[in-house]
């Protein structure tokens, strides 16, 4: 990961609406969750969680999808990954496991939507 993309995904992540939904995400795994239930979940009125929705697509830490007639979305883990040993790489004079981010799995060791998210999911404009 780059600059430029860590600080897009920071910038995503700099809302509270926009972290809540992040969190729920994460916690819904790879299935991710229609865009309604998000905003009902979350309290927050669907044309505004819609916007914020699309500023986290739009960093690339989730993607969208079409089933039926909602719109679907899940967090992108090898992206969330990523920006996680981006943050970490030089931490304790390259020795991360000080500070406790060592054990973070790599996305080489799989990531739950590596591979499989793009052959069954067709991501929406």
Known sequence: MDDHRAV??????????RLRAFRL????GPNGLPSGEIAERLSI????MSFHLAGLDRSGL?????D????????????????????A???CDGHPEICGVGALPSCDEGCPDAGKTAKRRQTVS
Do not use: I, N
């Open 62 to 66: 989730v993607h969208s999808w079409r």
């Open 45 to 48: 009125m669907p044309t505004r």
């Open 68 to 87: 039926g007639r909602q719109v679907r979305y899940a967090v992108r883990f090898e992206a969330m990954r990523a920006l996680l040993a981006f943050l």
């Open 8 to 17: 897009s995904a920071l910038a995503a992540l700099a809302h509270a609406d």
């Open 89 to 91: 790489e030089d931490c």
């Open 25 to 28: 995400l994460v916690k819904a």
